[in-house]
């Protein structure tokens, strides 16, 4: 089993920025690829970036490339997601998302374990 526990959402101004925290326990962290994902109101949860198990390896949405910056620290069990130069559409509900695998994927049916999600909302 794997606890995580997302932190750092709330309200923001367009343009300003976020940081996620995803604090894990339970296996062994570094067993795991992790990711973010966010679901708006009435819609599915879809893949926003990912790292992998060591933390070589990172993988963006298009959309979010060159504004957020995944990262991880196995050495406290956490996992970051740095939002810059929000925009509105970036509203939504993020979950943090672990799957026991060398390599993170896109889809959030192949993750094992989720978070309780925390919301980012963007004002205009």
């Known amino acids: 089993q794997v606890q995580l526990v997302e932190s750092g959402g709330g309200l923001v101004q367009a343009g300003g920025s976020l940081r996620l925290s995803c604090a894990a326990s339970?296996?062994?962290?570094?067993?795991?690829?992790m990711a973010w994902f966010r679901q708006g109101p009435g819609s599915e949860r879809k893949f926003v970036a990912a790292?992998?198990?060591?933390?070589?390896?990172?993988y963006y949405e298009d959309s979010v490339k060159g504004r957020f910056t995944i990262s991880r620290d196995n050495a406290k069990n956490a996992v970051y997601l740095q939002m810059n130069s929000l925009k509105p559409e970036d509203t939504a509900v993020y979950y943090c998302?672990?799957?026991?695998?060398?390599?993170?994927?896109?889809?959030?049916?192949?993750?094992?374990?989720w978070g309780q999600g925390t919301q980012v909302t963007v004002s205009s």
């Open positions: 339970g296996r062994t962290f570094s067993s795991f690829a």
């Open positions: 790292i992998s198990r060591s933390g070589d390896r990172t």
């Open positions: 998302g672990a799957i026991f695998s060398i390599t993170p994927r896109r889809l959030a049916h192949e993750y094992d374990y």
